[in-house]
């Protein structure tokens, strides 16, 4: 027995994240229209079709089409993503100290890399196929 296309839980999906306020999706925000496994299941096909990309460990960012490169990117820039995937999580953060001098005008140098401080223990790795955040500090010691 085929079921209609709107009852599918890929389809409910997609009207949530269509919901959302943020653009950073969490799978706890998905986890209701099905058992593990489907949604599992329609979150790969979602990345497989590129209408999300994987920012984490259960973390998901909406995604939009270039026409530029002709390829589907993340709807926010990275720090964006990076600051309402820590938000979303609760755990407190602060800017690093090259981004934090050059905002005040101590420093000329302009930071290459987003290095943000956190004050919690953060294990996970945020960041698509080509960034990564980068955690200032010692508190993500074991």
Do not use: H
């Amino acid at each position: 027995m085929k079921v209609p296309y709107q009852k599918t839980i890929k389809f409910r999906m997609l009207q949530r994240i269509a919901e959302l306020s943020g653009n950073v999706i969490l799978r706890q925000d998905l986890a209701d229209l099905g058992n593990p496994r489907q949604v599992s299941r329609a979150l790969k096909t979602l990345l497989q079709e590129k209408k999300i990309i994987r920012f984490g460990y259960g973390i998901y960012v909406k995604a939009k089409y270039s026409r530029l490169i002709g390829e589907s990117i993340m709807s926010v820039s990275f720090p964006e993503a990076c600051i309402e995937t820590l938000n979303r999580l609760g755990i407190k953060w602060e800017l690093g100290t090259a981004i934090k001098d050059y905002n005040e005008g101590r420093t000329q140098q302009v930071p290459v890399q987003y290095i943000l401080k956190i004050y919690k223990r953060f294990r996970r790795r945020l960041g698509d196929e080509n960034r990564e955040l980068i955690i200032e500090g010692v508190v993500n010691a074991r």
